[in-house]
């Protein structure tokens, strides 16, 4: 791998910005995810399911707000989940069709400022492949 790009860090920054927050799809939760955000905002997560998720074919995912963004998103503080955050959240923009597909990451790249356009296919296949291997190691700790 020939490339000042060397780990995560190098091709993605995050600047707040809440734009992968909104949009097509809405942002899928787990039966794990849906504890820990019931718990973190007390509340039983049948009621949780009731009041914060829509049914998209035979999953949920967190209902969307009037501004098109995540229902837990606050333009003053916003994220107001962040420390117990769907893993969808946490894993973004690191995700397997990059390394399947990685042309798509400069198409997410101009929805998200902090990502880094234009890293060689490689590069980005071997970097989100290790961050992949690296969360999913810890998610099993």
Known sequence: MDSDYKTSDDIFQCVMCGDCCKGFGGTYVTDEDIEKIANF????????????????????????????????????????????KPRMCRSWPFIQTVVTHPENWDTMANSCHGMKKEVAYETLRHIVSEKIKKDNGSAQS
């Open 41 to 84: 905002i007390q509340c039983d997560p049948i009621e949780f399911r009731a009041k914060f998720c829509d049914k998209s074919g035979s999953k949920y995912v967190l209902s969307q707000s009037e501004t098109g963004r995540c229902i837990f998103f606050d333009d003053k503080k916003q994220c107001t989940i962040h420390s117990v």
